[in-house]
T-cell receptor, first 118, second 110 residues
Framework: AQKITQTQPGMFVQEKEAVTLDCTYD???????LFWYKQPSSGEMIFLIY??????QNATEGRYSLNFQKARKSANLVISASQLGDSAMYFC???????????????FGKGTKLSVKP | DVKVTQSSRYLVKRTGEKVFLECVQD?????MFWYRQDPGLGLRLIYF???????EKGDIPEGYSVSREKKERFSLILESASTNQTSMYLC?????????FGPGTRLTVL
């Protein structure tokens, strides 16, 4: 079964420090995509970063990087130099290639609530 | 910038009412999605649509229906609202990979 697991319901990090949010996935597909989204208290889902299963290099977007370990089926998000505005829910998601016959559908994890302390 | 809008940010309805949640996107995306989000459960897919008049059930379609008469608009319908449908509802659209989300509708059913 296709599944995303985020084992950390909540995390704290000191401002300006780096933090890693864990994500493991389960799929038998050879081709898939992995995403991270941020959801502030306002409720909007904000796309952060994407990693394709055939991408050899880890994706990076500014302060965000995705530590992709295909053999372990993990796709951890690393936020460097945390800022107070990083406090939010973070969701890991996977796009399996054959889900429901539609392109673009995502399976989400349950999320990790990150709190950045001043 | 892609924009996905939802008709209401907050909505309060009574049990048994018929409820319409509207979603509009302005980027000519083929795919549109409705999710509900509940604490501790993450986002769960209700329905999705990959073309006008096309729809497919997601993980939790019971108690919901959808309508996609125009490419830019995807409506979620609660035929007879129940208290267990109190939730945050998120609409999204996509072309290939990334999904773009609307601001969400927080629905309370009394």
């Amino acid at each position: 079964a296709q599944k995303i697991t985020q084992t950390q319901p909540g995390m704290f990090v000191q401002e300006k420090e780096a933090v890693t949010l864990d994500c493991t996935y389960d799929t038998s597909d050879q081709s898939y995509g992995l995403f991270w989204y941020k959801q502030p208290s306002s409720g909007e889902m904000i796309f952060l970063i994407y990693q394709g299963s055939y991408d050899e290099q880890n994706a990076t977007e500014g302060r965000y990087s995705l530590n992709f370990q295909k053999a372990r089926k993990s796709a951890n998000l690393v936020i460097s130099a945390s800022q107070l505005g990083d406090s939010a829910m973070y969701f890991c998601a996977m796009r399996p290639t054959n889900y429901g016959g539609s392109q673009g559908n995502l399976i989400f994890g349950k999320g990790t609530k990150l709190s950045v302390k001043p | 910038d892609v924009k996905v809008t939802q008709s209401s940010r907050y909505l309060v309805k009574r049990t048994g009412e018929k409820v319409f949640l509207e979603c509009v996107q302005d980027m000519d995306h083929e795919n549109m999605f409705w999710y509900r989000q509940d604490p501790g459960l993450g986002l769960r897919l209700i329905y999705f649509s990959y073309d006008v008049k096309m729809k497919e059930k997601g993980d939790i379609p019971e108690g919901y229906s959808v309508s996609r008469e125009k490419k830019e608009r995807f409506s979620l319908i609660l035929e007879s609202a129940s208290t267990n449908q109190t939730s945050m509802y998120l609409c999204a659209s996509s072309f290939r990979s990334e999904q773009f989300f609307g601001p969400g509708t927080r629905l309370t059913v009394l």
